[in-house]
């Protein structure tokens, strides 16, 4: 054993049995079974998680959503009547027209952000180390921190942003958390400063551009702007489809900053989002069935947006690979 | 034995012993012998402080049962989650307005029998904190804590907008008037409001009640849009009519916390405020030199016999389904019932007691000067409480976005209320239907 070579003590260098030998395919397979079962051992910590936390529950709420259950008494079919209910529910229609206004402003407000940031934090300048954590430093605050933060920069009163919109000649700035006009866009705004993540992953992605493509182009005479736009922006198109479709995901389940710096949706349900008027059916009403019907439809919403991306993007997203 | 070895064995008698330490610290003093009663309880501070007065002294008071006090956040889901997953606390303190909601779900036991045996009955309470925990025939819960709520108004504002601090207003004209002598405005910004029927906010949702109106008729209707509910709400929108519904919205933007020094009440920002009993503890913690009184809140001039609308709440005792100890736990939740512990409890958290009977001594050392008043309140006809229905938390909801629409001026109360009775009544019709498909609904 001392001397036998690695590949030969993990297996690999052993003859493969010939057609018709008695006892080697047995002493093989149960060497294969070993091995296997050691492999499932090591991962079982991962595999009985998964189908305890993930797939139990995945698989029960398909099943509850055909259900009237409140958790506490036994579910009782009732077919699709919880999506006919949905289709007609007023409240579920204004959650869903709030999540998708909220996503269409706030997805490309934060890619172009993010990607402007990345852009000029890619810059050669002293000192950019230290401009990166600040940029990246908001992404990692807590939400429900930042939620009580903003609500303080955005109090219509005493608001360090109506102050400064005062300072610069804005007279009467807008009651950000008061008005159905202005909420939306408050959470845009908090959106956008948290942007750091994704700079990050930008960045990553800058850093890969191939140097040589920058020299081609300047050799053709190419600005600042079209090394951008022909050589920075496709190379960085897989980043931005990742984020774009990251971003679907995150904005059409926004919950913790509105549900905890608009209660209940105030202004006039204004900020009522979708993941909000599910967590008020599961866990307030009781309506667990009902909020697991919400639950699918919002997945295959998100996988449908999701698959549209990708097709979408084929055509403009640029491989280097290939 | 080599050193690989040696390092696992250590590892595990680390962890075993870590496991042992913590189990210690965490593991509850328990006399031995004693049935050990989980009590999970939402009150932190002064409210926790009285209420483990309580449990100390029931603890005391036998050798038997030992009951374990935990402050829980949430406690509403969190007893919901650990009942449905078969792992309740013995003794649950919840809100008044979860009964309806946690006896359908069949997340509670009823105490009929108990209450049966130890002769605990209705004559014994208030009835409207009675009324609190008996739904659809049984008793459910038993009361902590009440509080009923008042008028309360700041005398030193009264006095500046020269009126006089000893004559509260009586009827709602009264009030506004008051309100409009009171309210200042400066450059088109308000600077101090008389009353907002937004503040505190708590009871957006009841202010038909004090027209005379009702939420529903008891059985299967819906009546958000009765007369007297639509008549509330236009009374509500006069005042962002009156002062500006944005102006009110940037002026309310800038109150504190109910429980900071920057309550709208207690920083002199508003004069009037429907308040519960509780705003004493606030103001002697926060702003002890306010010079404030609590009266009966104004009625509509034409309905004399509206006076002392009240809105009752109170904190309940459960006993959550599959709890190992109910018989335990109700001797607990019986001793809580006892003048003794009753009056113990209240006068630690400074409200009245919601037991009919209270001793002259409770009276005479409370230290609220107003606690009599709001004793007085709930013994009212006119006293309030939660519509007793399942469907409450969602019905709140839309009333809720209705008052919001309504003091935006987005929709006028006819409206507003007319969607609010659109959505719910059939939400009510199918809630029904559905009980009826289990079998279930009286």
Redesign the interface.
Same mark, same amino acid.
């Given at each position: 054993m001392k001397n036998r070579p690695y590949a030969q003590a993990i297996g690999a260098g052993e003859p493969l049995p010939e057609r018709g030998r008695g006892p080697a395919p047995h002493r093989r397979s149960a060497l294969s079974r070993r091995r296997t079962a050691t492999a499932l051992l090591f991962a079982s910590p991962w595999i009985v998680g998964f189908c305890v936390f993930l797939l139990y529950p995945l698989c029960a709420s398909i099943y509850y959503s055909f259900c009237?259950y409140? =958790? $506490?008494?036994p579910p =009782?079919w =009732?077919g699709a009547d919880n999506y006919r209910?949905l289709i007609n529910d @007023? =409240?579920f229609w204004t959650a869903l027209v709030n999540t998708v206004v909220y996503a269409v402003l706030a997805l490309p407000s934060s890619l172009v952000v993010a990607l402007s940031l990345s852009l000029l934090l890619n810059a050669r300048v002293a000192g950019m180390a230290l401009y990166r954590t600040f940029f990246f430093v908001p992404s990692l605050v807590p939400q429900v921190a930042l939620a009580i933060l903003w609500l303080w920069l955005f109090?219509? @009163?005493?608001?360090m942003i109506n102050e400064a919109l005062k300072v610069i000649g804005i007279r009467n700035p807008p009651?950000w $958390?008061?008005? *159905?006009n202005w909420s939306k866009p408050a959470l845009v705004l908090l959106g956008v400063w948290g942007v750091g993540g994704a700079v990050v992953i930008y960045l990553a992605g800058l850093q890969d551009v191939p140097q040589h493509l920058y020299e081609a182009a300047d050799l053709d005479g190419a600005g600042w702007w079209a090394r951008t736009w022909h050589v920075t922006l496709p190379m960085l198109s897989p980043v931005i489809l990742f984020n774009l479709i990251m971003g679907i995901i995150g904005t059409l389940q926004i919950f913790t900053v509105p549900y905890v710096m608009f209660p209940?949706?105030? *202004?006039?349900?204004s900020t009522y989002f979708y993941t909000m008027y599910l967590f008020?059916n599961a866990?307030?009403?009781?309506k667990m069935g009902y909020a697991c019907a919400m639950g699918w439809i919002m997945f295959a919403l998100i996988l449908v947006l999701t698959l549209i991306a990708l097709k979408a993007s084929s055509r403009h997203v640029y491989y280097g690979g290939g | 034995m080599d050193l690989r070895r040696l390092a696992t064995l250590f590892a595990v008698a680390v962890l075993g012993l870590t496991v042992w330490i913590s189990e210690r610290i965490v593991a509850p003093p328990v006399p031995g012998g004693r049935v050990h009663v989980i009590y999970w309880e939402k009150w932190t501070g002064i409210e926790a402080d009285a209420m483990r007065a309580v449990v100390d002294s029931f603890n005391r008071s036998q050798d038997k049962i030992f009951v374990e006090l935990l402050t829980i956040s949430d406690v509403g889901n969190k007893t919901l989650l650990a009942t449905a997953g078969g792992d309740p606390p013995d003794v649950a303190g919840l809100w008044g307005a979860n009964v309806a909601q946690y006896a359908d779900d069949d997340a509670i036991v009823p105490l009929d029998s108990w209450c049966a045996k130890y002769g605990i009955n209705r004559s014994q309470y208030i009835p409207v904190y009675w009324n609190t925990g008996f739904y659809d025939g049984h008793v459910y819960a038993l009361p902590t804590t009440p509080a009923s709520t008042a008028l309360h108004y700041n005398r030193a504002l009264f006095r500046s907008a020269r009126l006089d601090p000893d004559k509260p207003p009586a009827t709602l004209d009264e009030l506004d008037a008051d309100a409009a002598k009171i309210t200042k405005i400066e450059n088109g910004h308000v600077e101090v409001a008389g009353f907002l029927p937004a503040e505190p906010g708590w009871w957006n949702w009841g202010w038909g009640y004090v027209f005379g109106g009702r939420l529903w008729d008891g059985n299967s209707r819906i009546t958000a849009n009765d007369p007297a509910n639509v008549r509330a709400f236009a009374w509500i929108q006069s005042y962002p009519k009156k002062y500006g519904s944005t102006e009110l919205q940037t002026f309310r933007s800038g109150f504190g916390n109910v429980s900071s020094p920057q309550n709208a009440f207690m920083d002199s920002k508003v004069a009037m405020e429907l308040q519960g009993v509780w705003m004493y503890n606030f103001i002697t913690k926060y702003s002890p030199n306010l010079d404030w009184a609590a009266t009966p809140f104004p009625h509509p001039a034409d309905r004399p016999d509206l006076k002392g609308v009240t809105f009752c709440d109170e904190d309940i005792l459960v006993i959550p389904r599959g709890a190992k100890h109910p018989n335990e736990a109700f001797e607990f939740i019986r001793y809580v019932q006892s003048q003794p512990g009753m009056e113990l409890l209240c006068m630690g958290q400074r409200k009245h007691s919601p037991l009919s009977h209270v001793s002259e001594q409770f009276w005479r050392t409370h230290p609220n000067p107003f606690i009599r008043l709001f004793a007085d309140l709930a013994k009212s006809p006119r006293a309030v409480q939660d519509p007793q229905l399942a469907l409450w938390p969602e019905y709140q909801a839309e009333l809720v976005n209705a008052f919001d629409e309504v003091m935006l001026v987005q929709k006028t109360p006819q409206q507003a209320l007319d969607e609010v009775q659109a959505r719910m009544q059939p939400k009510m019709d199918e809630y029904l239907r559905r009980m009826k498909q289990r079998g279930e609904r009286r």
């Open positions: 009237d409140s =958790v $506490l008494r =009782v =009732v209910t @007023e =409240v109090n219509g @009163e005493h608001g009651n $958390l008061g008005d *159905p209940g949706g105030s *202004p006039a349900r008020d866990f307030i009403y009781h | -």
